[in-house]
């Protein structure tokens, strides 16, 4: 494979320092005319390109945008990032951006990576997500001054950067009132601990329509880490109750899918709503809440760059999910 | 939101031009020396990071490999490149590598892309997915002597370029001696059009090992597009014949898991192997070939990387699959 034309490639061609190349590149200006020339034509008979570094200078733009890819979990959640990414590489490219990966085991770790991709690549900004209380990200991004936008909401009140969020509350508020339409009077609902910005919001929508409609009596609930076996235990225990839920509304589809094994191994009649409209629940059948993920994706994408146009610095987009009915529910 | 801490900002501070703030970047000998403390202590004052140019120009290399990002399909097949992408992000990652995504609708707009990128970012090189005959894309990129691995081998003769692929046919071949195993003798096939190299490849597999059983005869096969509707209909056409396989394997997860709902809707007894064991094959229990994504992810990037440091420009990595043994089969 033939070397790579740098700019020591074209300076040996030409015959001229690297320094002068960058300076036919970045200040054609202070370059002698007969030596501008002969870098012009040494770059033209190389096909060097001209790098970002020179065309950043020109536009102060690096048109990169750093985001997070999160580990492979159980493949059915984290298909909701995976979405999310898709979307947003479809968006920025429209624009002439580019989005560069990440990754990191935890928030901490997160940090460290911005130091060092900062020092890396002159990134425009970065796309966040799975915020949470108390984010530390935001916070050092923020004292930096690095542009950045969230999908997720800040959950502390003292934040104000621009987020990108998908209503959760108004999706589980849906489901459970779909079940209440269809003559459901006990249901149901398995989270996740109290405590996640995420969880306590998608609970929230289940509760209000319950105590709506009079029935916070008749309305279980569990707490569970994610996972399909946590799924199939929690709702074995709502079953195994004197007065079982005839329906339940799980915060993920991973509990959710756990929740229809149980329900089908004692063949009872309870309905199941799931929490991200997953792949593997339009296989199953399962009805579940769908976020518009290639809509958010675009509109975090819109925000980052108005943030770069100098537009307001805390514009806010929720959007609405939709339930979509299958089977289950 | 501050200003941005660019070169101009550190020249205003320091009071001298650009073109100085970069030579105590890149040609710090050739700055004098009262001039070049004024510039690290605005450095170090405005928390300037030397950006990408200045390292680059360093190490000659700019620590971004590009790849491509699919389109959204049905979330089953699609999630195979989705688990690609996140080895190679972690492996990068760990090597201090960044991935970069980009988006194409075909080949030729890849193609156009990989102009725009070159143009823009000073990349080491690409990881192309999804090879088939007669690839435009290897030929591009070859003739400019851009580094590039593929995953997915060449399917004609002529190329000669680092690749990783996963043996489809030694995938195919294990489930169907599984099925021979059990005691199946009639075992059918449903694949994509002849013509594709991964599904030619893994039609292959399932024949050999029907042919040296001397079951040539006892083998009937479908070809489809892929998706859950065509593997359906074509199942019930193999269950319509006058004597229907006891068992099946199929080139996709998509196109099982519709056999499987062919089967189950007529309450048959017939055996289902998938290929790719995404996600949905785990929850409904489809037996399904496994290929092991992150390490092909990971050769691929040491591939890469051994290009870039000099090593031989054609070495190529086949992974076996394994076979993941579920209710199905």
Redesign the interface.
């Known amino acids: 494979?033939?070397?790579?034309v740098?700019?020591s490639t074209v300076a040996r061609h030409a015959q001229v320092s690297?320094?002068t190349v960058?300076?036919v590149l970045?200040?054609p200006h202070?370059v002698r005319d007969e030596t501008r020339r002969r870098v012009e034509e040494a770059i033209a008979a190389l096909?060097y390109?001209?790098?970002?570094?020179a065309?950043?200078?020109r536009t102060?733009r690096s048109?990169?945008v750093a985001v997070r890819?999160?580990?492979?979990r159980?493949?059915?959640n984290g298909?909701v990032l995976?979405?999310f990414?898709?979307g947003l590489?479809?968006t920025a490219?429209a624009a002439?951006y580019?989005?560069?990966?990440?990754?990191a085991r935890d928030d901490g770790h997160e940090i460290d990576t911005y130091d060092?991709?900062?020092?890396?690549?002159?990134l425009d900004g970065f796309v966040l997500t799975g915020t949470d209380h108390g984010d530390p990200r935001t916070a050092w991004l923020a004292e930096?001054?690095v542009?950045f936008v969230t999908f997720g909401r800040p959950w502390d009140a003292a934040e104000a950067h621009p987020w990108v969020d998908v209503d959760g509350a108004a999706g589980t508020a849906q489901a459970t009132q779909r079940l209440l339409d269809t003559g459901h009077r006990r249901i149901g609902f398995i989270g996740w601990p109290a405590g996640s910005g995420v969880g306590d919001d998608r609970r929230s929508g289940w509760r209000t329509v319950m105590a709506a409609a009079g029935l916070a009596g008749a309305a279980p609930h569990r707490e569970t880490e994610d996972g399909?076996a946590h799924g199939e235990r929690e709702m074995r225990a709502l079953l195994a109750a004197d007065e079982p839920p005839t329906a339940v509304v799980c915060v993920s589809d991973s509990l959710a899918?756990g929740a229809l094994q149980a329900v089908r191994a004692v063949a009872a009649s309870v309905a199941v709503v799931g929490f991200d409209d997953?792949?593997?629940a339009?296989?199953?059948g399962l009805t579940s809440v769908s976020q518009p993920l290639a809509a958010a994706a675009a509109r975090c994408f819109e925000l980052l760059t108005g943030?770069l146009d100098g537009q307001p610095?805390d514009p806010h987009v929720l959007l609405s999910p939709t339930l979509v009915l299958r089977h289950t529910a």
């Not at 890819?69 to 492979?72: D, V």
């Open positions: 494979m033939a070397e790579k740098t700019i690297r320094q960058s300076n970045n200040a202070i096909g390109r001209a790098n970002q570094a065309r950043q200078m102060g048109r990169l890819i999160e580990p492979t159980d493949g059915i298909s995976d979405r990414l898709h590489t479809e490219d002439g580019r989005v560069l990966l990440y990754t060092d991709l900062l020092g890396a690549y002159d930096r001054n542009p399909i899918l997953t792949p593997v339009a296989v199953v943030l610095t």
